[in-house]
């Protein structure tokens, strides 16, 4: 699934070739990711794209209308989230269109906006100033944005499991499973411990570590684990650098222990039980000793 760096790559694409450029006609395929197909083909010809930006794992294309009788303009957005398989290239429309792509905007430079997603788990949504707040209302906070202070007050305050935690688009937007696990063996901490048990210097290397992963992703165009690609149709290349993600069995490449995997906050994690110790270990221990 696409996670902050993977959507920040294609917002980066989008944002060499889209803003200017008019959208002058609207196809679509297969709707059922879209909020409402119909108000798409109606309100996006015509439009100009001003700017485009990303909230956590969402794409917002910002657009300018211009009334026809008036000329008076008016402002709307289409928000894209990629799901797990979403996939955005600007194109030639004579270029061979790939299986499972759903819309088509026409560009005004005569190229084509394609998106495909093969699960359909992503989404689409015209939206007006007033729906954007609202909708992008719940949002956490932007990790590569928020301080070293509001990550304490975040994260340290919560009786919660921290790979949840970092999970959780409303403390932070963005992070997903490759992230968290990521940058909890960077920061060497187990993803079972609760987020109120981190010691301050363990909440100040997550910060760090959270950032840094980050950071480093989005040089290196993201992770390309699944159907990834940016906006050039090309694969990111930060999943050679994965040093836990998906390493099950393999070895740590810190201390040489094995890699393993187990399901936390409902999720896959993959961790290193010697530089990441189980938050109970000890208590455990301490009781398998007395028996
Ligand atoms: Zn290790």
Redesign the pocket.
Known sequence: MPELPEVETVARGLRLALPGRRILAVRLDKTDFIDDPAAMELRLPGTTVSRIRRLGKNLVVDLVATGADDGATNTLSLLIHLGMTGQIVIISPDAPVPKHTHVFLSLDDGRELRYTDVRRFGRMAILSNGEQERELAGLGLEPLEISAEEFRARIGSRKAQIKALLLDQSVMRGIGNIYADESLWRAKIHPKKMGSKLTSEELKRLHRAVQGILREAIQLRGSSVSDYVDADGQKGNFQLRHRVYQRDGKK?S????VIRRAIVAGRSSHF?P??QPAPKARAKAEKMRRR
């Open positions: 740590c810190r201390c040489g222990s290193c010697q530089c």
